[in-house]
């Protein structure tokens, strides 16, 4: 573990890029209402009944960190956000927002509305967290099942890639983990550099590309950020 000398928090690897700040987690709580303060002691007593891990207060969400980073919460005056990485993504009515980082990364997001709401099910989630905090679950090589409609509906996805030409069109590569998520879809929302665009999957053998709009202007071997959504 490396901890940075300025700010005091811990990370698997050294060097890590973050945002050093000093705010305290009382210094968030004493800022929002007791319905928020209750719903975050209920998940911070559901985590502790499952292992050890360390708080980081931030400046929109207070942090649970293990080796890294595996969940986290933030506090509106009538509701919280829970987020939490498993190795693999929940199929559940539960979840407003699934982010893929990579084939045993998947993000999740529910909204917490009371204490009561971390019931059981939750407590099984950030017990599986925690475990995916440790890197006991982490496999770059896994594979990734096709995404049923459900799971489609909250996903979310960005990546870096280096733009092809293809036949006559300029195109992006999706990593194979996110083509394989991918499987079951035809069309995706794309967005680069703030601009969106529908695009059409192109299946190239074992390879999925998407068509860049020639308005974006970029060129063959350009490195650009990629955004994916399923509208």
């Known amino acids: ?38 719903i975050y002691h209920a998940v911070e007593a559901a985590l502790e009944r499952s ?26 005056r009538r509701w919280a956000d829970l987020f939490f990485i498993l190795p693999e993504p929940l199929d559940n009515d539960r979840i407003r927002r699934l982010e893929l980082y990579g084939p045993t990364s998947w993000g ?26 440790d890197q006991v679950t982490l496999d770059p090589s896994a594979d990734v099942r096709a995404l049923g409609t459900q799971q489609l509906e909250v996903f979310w996805t960005g990546f870096s890639a280096a733009v092809e030409l293809f036949e006559d069109d300029l195109v992006v590569p999706l990593p194979g983990y996110v083509a394989d998520a991918l499987a079951l879809v035809d069309e995706v929302s794309l967005r680069i550099g703030g601009v969106k665009q529908n695009a059409t999957l192109i299946r190239d053998g074992s390879r999925s590309l998407v068509a860049l709009d020639p308005s974006l202007g970029l060129g063959q071997g350009d490195v650009t950020d990629v955004f994916i959504e399923v509208d």
Do not use: Y
Request: charged share 25%.
């Open 1 to 38: 573990m490396w901890t940075c000398p300025n700010c005091g928090r811990s990370f698997a690897n050294k060097n890590q890029w973050h945002a050093c700040q000093t705010t305290t987690v009382e210094d968030v709580l004493d800022r929002k209402s007791d319905l928020a303060i209750s």
């Open 51 to 76: 292992g050890d891990f360390r708080v980081h207060a931030q400046k929109t969400r207070i942090a649970f960190i293990s080796r890294m980073t595996f969940a986290g919460v933030s506090l509106a």
């Open 108 to 133: 999740h997001t529910i909204r917490l509305e009371s204490p009561a709401d971390v019931d059981a099910d939750v407590e099984v989630w950030l017990a599986r967290s925690l475990k995916r905090g």
